[in-house]
Every structure is written in structure tokens, then in C-alpha cells.
């Protein structure tokens, strides 16, 4: 029994954390600025090109603009949890680092694990888009040639042919990260720039040349339309079928049709974490790091809203094409000639998306190999301050997905990962939030630079129960604590409160998704639903922590928790094929680390080493004891850390 009590302790282990500022082995050298180009370039990808017709055609009509605003708010509950992160731990790993940091190792390996998975995935999916879209400008030369000399015979397994262009787009790409970050920084914030002055453009043409009639069709007039030789209503000579028209107005498909696009529509605003991986790089990260969170996010609701909008003023909804709505709205309209902006602004926005996919994938593999979790050779640095073993690694691995792989069955996987991260920022925030600040906690809270100045980052212990005293459970402690500030009771509450919320929150999404509509569903749905909320209120009556951040969540616990009810949802909505590809993927990840990582653990060594480290810190200064042990033995490590590093370089 002792020896299985050890092993779970192993499992959830929490990693130390010094957000000193200046420890850090890459190079700073971004701004706030590069934060939101990055953002904005990895989010505002070439779904803004083709997913508005699909959707405003399938599911919503003229109603798309609601489907991104709804799809927008639930992003920003995920943005904000992350943005709080960066205030708090300013390091490089997101959400594999704050789940470290918060509910133990095994958890943030499974992040890690799959964080990289989903940008492996999105770089290869991306590349290959790339390629196929310069390759229709240029006729299908290069799809003709490689079907010719180089077919592959695996259908099912291997794509049609190898992709030679999408390895060499990932190679250069591979190249630039390696080289610099700042020079990768520069390179994305011009994409970046001429993708958002073709969609400004394309929005005020569209704008002008639209026509509000558009979102005020009528079906039995568009079915009767024939019967006129001179339509007001703009129609071409082939008439849809009724069910295709719903029943026409702003919201043809019903609130229902709106709800579904917008789930489809999510999906479009992955992509701002990335900058949650520049920890390490950022001159000021708490600060810019929220920043460059919710601006990008802001900037790119803006962005699809108006080409939404633009898009169904200017053809009517059941017109569009579902593949490349812009030009054919355009040629409808009579400016066939706005399609080579459209080819412009569509390169670039693949442009900036892959280098969004690629950016972050080489720092979760550096930050995991720096914790002994991965490989340790994998967080070599270069002299340029880059992560040059681990970007090559992932250049590789993308290059060889790209090549040989169709990517259209493996994209939904990429969903899991980026839900499942979502899913634990939400959950790390609601837990930290309300737990007692003291010197012996896991990590140290990482405050304003003022506060910084003043105290050298070590938060002051709370002194909301006077030594002697201890807590005693009880129903009346539960819903009105004594203690103004958290401790351990109340600390202790939440975090039980919170698994039982996971747990209710996943059990509604199951039932939601797969109950159907009959009576013992509604009925379990409901009791689970009052169940959550009872929840809720016992977590927001308990102390919150008074630490003073540059950004918090607002609205705790409720944004948190509908995040994660958000991410859930949409996670149990995806097939059964997918759900087995990821238990495949994950049963690789557990044989690394159960065989490599759990022993080679950052942690694992620091809990080893940690008795002769009190005995040397108490012999070498008496004063030291004010600091925690955890802490003393931490930055004794990774002092030495630095001293190697130092030589190797």
C-alpha cells in the first residue's frame, strides 16, 4: 500500500517554478506588438477564406456573423484563463506547464504529449494546403508530375501521391525558426499585415457592392422567381431546393442552425495559444502576454465578422460556394478580377498559419525535455538562444507526416489536444485561484513588476489564521468561511469541488451528445445541471487569493467553469475513429514516460537531492529559513543548470 501511495505521489508531483524574470536560457527579444502579428497570423488562418460560405450555406444563412460572435465569446473564456496563466507563471510550455504546475505531472504530460500532436498535425495539414493552393495558381503542374513519377499505392494508409513541396515549404520554415525568433517574429508580422489589408479590402468592396435584401430573402418568392422575366431579387437561372432555403429571413436554419455553426465556427479561433509559449521570449511577459491574448482574439472576431457579413450581403446565402466563397461572390457581383487578391491574401494567411503551428511546437518539446520528461538532448540551446535540436526534431517529424500522409482523417486529432488544453487552463485557473499564498507553496506567484521590486517575487504568507488555530470542517465552514483569506481547508474544498465538477461536466456532455430527447435524459440532465450549480456556489463562497496579478479572470468561478463545459462538449462530439487514433497516440506517450520520463523527472531528481540540499542551505545561512525548502532547492538546481550551460556554450 506504501509502495502504491509512493507511485501516485510520483504522478502528481508539481513542478517548482522561479518566475524570476531573468533566468531564462532564450533569447528575449519580442514585444507586445509580435505577440498580437503572432496571435492574430496563427488564428486568422485560411478558414476565413472558405469556412464562412460553408457555414452561412449549411447552417446559419445571413445569421454567420452570430455564429463567430458566439463562437468568439466561448474563445475568449478560453483566452482569458490564459491569459491570467501568463501574468502567473511567465514561462515557456503553456498549457503543459500551467497543468505542471497545478494538478502534478502525469496530467501535464498527457497536454504535453498531445500539444504536440495537434501542431505536428496543423503544420503538416497547413503545408500541404499551402502547396495544393499554389499549385492550382500554377495549373496542377505539380500534382500531375508527382501522381506521374512518384504514385504511392496504400489507399486507406498513405496519401496519393508524396507531397515534395509541402517538405520543402517545412524545411525553409525549419530554417527560420532556427535561426532566430526575432527574424521568424518579422517574417509572420508582414504576412500577418498583408492578409489583414486584403481582408479590409474585401470587406469594404463587399460592403459596398452587398445589398441588405440578402439577409431578408423570401423562399416562396426565390422557389416563384421563374415565373418573372425581371427578378428583384439578382437570381441566376438554377433554383436551389426548398429544404436548402429553410425558412429564409436573417435566421433561416432556426436558433438551432446558429448553435451548430457556431460549434464549426470555434474552431476558427484555435490558435491564440501559441503565444503562450513565448514566455521566455517576451521582454515583459505578464503584461504582454494578456495583452497579446485578447487583442489577437478581438482583432480576429472583427475580422471574420465583416467578412461574414461582407459575404452574405453580397450573394444570398444559398448561393455560396462552399470551397472558395470570395471569388464567386466576387465574379457575382462583376469583380471576377478581386479573385488574385484573394490568391494573395490566402497564401499569406497559410503563411502565417503554419508559421503559428510551427512557432510553438519546438518550445513544448523544449520545455518537456528540460524536465526530463522527453529526451534531454531535445533542450539544447543554440548560440542565437533558439532551441535548435528541438525545432530540427520538429521540422522532421512534420516534414515526414506532410510527405507521406493524408491529413484529412488525422485533423479531428488536433481538436482533442488543443480541447483537452483548454480544458486544464480553465480548471488550473479555478484551482489557484482560491489557494493559500504561501512561501512553501509549488510555485512562486508571479506578481506586478512594482510589487516585484519590493518584495523580489516572494510572496507573503497568509496570516488569516493565527498560529495554533486549525480549520475543522463543517457544513457551516463550507458556505460561510471565517477566514477572510484562503487556507488550507478552503484550499483543500475547491480542489475537491473541482474534480467533482469535471466529473459532472463530463457525465452532461455524454448525455447531451449521445441521450437523445427522451424523458430519463431530460430528467438526468437536469439533476446533473443543479448539481454543477450547487457546485459553483460552494466554490465561490470560499476566500479567493488577494495576490496581485497584471491580469485576473474576471467572474470567478463561473467563466472557468463554463470554459470547461465548452471544450468538453465539443470534444464529445467527435467520432469514434478519432477517440481510438488518440488512445494509440497516447499509448506511445505513456510507454516514453513511464519508461524515460518518470525517472529522469527535473522533479524527481530535485525530490532526491532535496535532504542534502536543506542540510547545505542551513549550514550556509541561518537567514535562509524565511524561504521555502522547495524553493532553496530549486534555485540551488538550477544554479548549476546554468553553470553547465554556460560551459556548453
Known sequence: MALLLRFGKKLLRVKVVNCNADDSR???????????????????????????????????GPAIVLCFLIAALASVLAGLCYAEFGARVPKTGSAYLYSYVTVGELWAFITGWNLIL???????????????????????????????????NAPGILAEYPDMFAVIIIIILTGLLAFGVKESAMVNKVFTCINVLVLLFMVVSGLVKGTLKNWQLDPEEILHANKTSNSSLNLTDILPARENLGKGGFMPFGFTGVLSGAATCFYAFVGFDCIATTGEEVKNPQRAIPIGIVSSLLICFVAYFGVSAALTLMMPYYLLDSNSPLPVAFKYVGWGGAKYAVAVGSLCALSTSLLGSMFPLPRIIYAMARDGLLFSFLSRVSERKSPITSTITAGVMAAIMAFLFDLKDLVDLMSIGTLLAYTLVAACVLVLRYQPDQPSLVYNMASTQEEGEMSDGISVPSMGILPGMEERFSFNTLLFPDNPEPSTLSGFTVNICASIMGLL????SVLAVHGGFSMWNIVALSVIFMACLLVAFVIWRQPESKTKLSFKVPLLPFIPVISMFVNVYLMMQLDRGTW????????????????YGIHH?????????SPDTEMNSFKRDHDSEAMSLEKEAFLHNDIEAREEDDRDL
Open 505 to 508: 461536466i463530463l457525465a452532461f
Open 26 to 60: 532564450l533569447s528575449r527579444c519580442l514585444n507586445t506588438f509580435d505577440l498580437v502579428a503572432l496571435g492574430v497570423g496563427s488564428t486568422l488562418g485560411a478558414g476565413v477564406y472558405i469556412l464562412a460560405g460553408a457555414v452561412a450555406r449549411e447552417n446559419s
Open 580 to 595: 481510438i487514433r488518440f488512445s494509440i497516440w497516447m499509448a506511445i506517450g505513456f510507454v516514453i514516460y513511464f519508461g
Open 118 to 152: 495537434s501542431y505536428i498535425i496543423g503544420t503538416s495539414s497547413v503545408a500541404r494546403a499551402w502547396s495544393a493552393t499554389f499549385d492550382e495558381l500554377v495549373g496542377k503542374r505539380i500534382e500531375q508530375f508527382c501522381r506521374e513519377y512518384m504514385t504511392m
Open 601 to 609: 523527472s527535473a522533479e524527481a531528481t530535485l525530490a532526491r537531492s
